[in-house]
T-cell receptor, first 117, second 119 residues
Framework: DSGVTQTPKHLITATGQRVTLRCSPR?????VYWYQQSLDQGLQFLIQ???????AKGNILERFSAQQFPDLHSELNLSSLELGDSALYFC????????????????FGSGTRLTVV | AQTVTQSQPEMSVQEAETVTLSCTYD???????LFWYKQPPSRQMILVIR??????QNATENRFSVNFQKAAKSFSLKISDSQLGDTAMYFC????????????????FGQGTILTVHP
C-alpha cells in the first residue's frame, strides 16, 4: 500500500456521461497530481493542486475539471465522455519540499481504469 | 518544454544477467530531478531510483544504478542480477525544480520500455 488511495479501481460508463474519480493523498502530503495513461498518449500530466489551490495545469481537456478539498482529498471530474477518454487515471501525492526532513518522495496511487463504451 | 525519449520500446534479458535501459531528455533547465519508475502488470507505478541533477555521483539502489551524463542529457538505468520480478514497463521521467528549487512539480514521462526477464 503506497498510502495514496484512489477510488473506484474500475469504472465502465457510456459516452456522454460524467464520472468523478477520487484520490486521498498520503498522510501529510499537501500536493496532489493527476495523470492520464492511455495507449496513444502515454503518461501525461493533467493538473496539480497544492493545499487546495491549483498549482499547475497540463494537457487537461476543458471537459475535465478537478478540485482539492480542505481535507486534502482530490476529485477529478470527467464529463461528456468520449471513447478516447478510456484510460488509466493516476493520482500521486508529494510532500511540500523535496529533500526535506519529511520528504517521502512522489507516490502514486494504484489508478482508476476508466472504460467508456 | 521538456521532452523525454526512451528509444528502446522493448528489451529482454536472461535471469541473473545485466541489462541497461536508455533515456535521453531535452531541457534548458539547470536544476531538475530524473526518475526511473517501474510499472508491473499490476499497473502500480513504483519508484525505482531518483537522481538530482546537481549531484555528480550516480544514484544506486541495490541492484539498480544509473549512468547520469548531464552534458549529454542522458540517464540510463542498469539492472544487475536481473530477476523475474523485474519484468515490467520502465518509465524514465523528468521533473524540473519549482517553487524556489526544492518543491516537487509535474513529471514528464518517456514512452516507456517493456522489459522481459526470461528464466
Amino acid at each position: 500500500d503506497s498510502g495514496v488511495t484512489q477510488t473506484p479501481k474500475h469504472l465502465i460508463t457510456a459516452t456522454g456521461q460524467r464520472v468523478t474519480l477520487r484520490c486521498s493523498p498520503r498522510s501529510g502530503d499537501l500536493s496532489v497530481y493527476w495523470y492520464q495513461q492511455s495507449l496513444d498518449q502515454g503518461l501525461q500530466f493533467l493538473i496539480q493542486y497544492y493545499n487546495g489551490e491549483e498549482r499547475a495545469k497540463g494537457n487537461i481537456l476543458e471537459r475535465f475539471s478537478a478540485q482539492q478539498f480542505p481535507d486534502l482529498h482530490s476529485e477529478l471530474n470527467l464529463s461528456s465522455l468520449e471513447l478516447g477518454d478510456s484510460a488509466l487515471y493516476f493520482c500521486a501525492s508529494s510532500s511540500q519540499r523535496a529533500g526535506g526532513r519529511r520528504d517521502y518522495g512522489y507516490t502514486f496511487g494504484s489508478g482508476t481504469r476508466l472504460t467508456v463504451v | 518544454a521538456q521532452t523525454v525519449t526512451q528509444s528502446q520500446p522493448e528489451m529482454s534479458v536472461q535471469e541473473a544477467e545485466t541489462v541497461t535501459l536508455s533515456c535521453t531528455y531535452d531541457t534548458s533547465e539547470n536544476n531538475y530531478y530524473l526518475f526511473w519508475y517501474k510499472q508491473p502488470p499490476s499497473r502500480q507505478m513504483i519508484l525505482v531510483i531518483r537522481q538530482e541533477a546537481y549531484k555528480q555521483q550516480n544514484a544506486t539502489e541495490n541492484r539498480f544504478s544509473v549512468n547520469f551524463q548531464k552534458a549529454a542529457k542522458s540517464f540510463s538505468l542498469k539492472i544487475s542480477d536481473s530477476q523475474l520480478g523485474d519484468t515490467a514497463m520502465y518509465f524514465c521521467a523528468f521533473m524540473k525544480w519549482v517553487g524556489g528549487g526544492t518543491s516537487y512539480g509535474k513529471l514528464t514521462f518517456g514512452q516507456g520500455t517493456i522489459l522481459t526477464v526470461h528464466p
